[in-house]
């Protein structure tokens, strides 16, 4: 299930997409890991919404971790 997230331009989105990865791994349930990462994401962007986190978190893991895409994803400029 590991990607190449070196390829990933955005700091928050690597670390969204590698945490995701690694808790499910070591056999973190799915949405214990994304909720994790929502976390992770309103860390670094605290004046990020509950809602906007949680669309940005759902769809880098959809383009990255379950289509494994490699074009741009929307997201924040860091």
């Given at each position: 299930?590991?990607?190449?997230t070196s390829r990933i331009g955005r700091k928050c989105e690597r670390a969204v997409v590698?945490?995701?990865?690694?808790?499910?791994e070591v056999g973190q349930q799915d949405m214990q890991a994304?909720?994790?990462?929502t976390t992770l994401?309103?860390?670094?962007?605290?004046?990020?919404?509950?809602t906007e986190a949680r669309r940005l978190v759902a769809e880098w893991i959809?383009?990255?971790?379950?289509?494994q895409a490699r074009g741009q994803t929307p997201g924040c400029d860091c």
């Amino acid at each position: 299930m590991s990607i190449e997230t070196s390829r990933i331009g955005r700091k928050c989105e690597r670390a969204v997409v590698t945490a995701y990865q690694e808790l499910r791994e070591v056999g973190q349930q799915d949405m214990q890991a994304f909720a994790a990462c929502t976390t992770l994401y309103r860390i670094h962007h605290p004046e990020s919404s509950v809602t906007e986190a949680r669309r940005l978190v759902a769809e880098w893991i959809d383009h990255h971790v379950v289509r494994q895409a490699r074009g741009q994803t929307p997201g924040c400029d860091c």
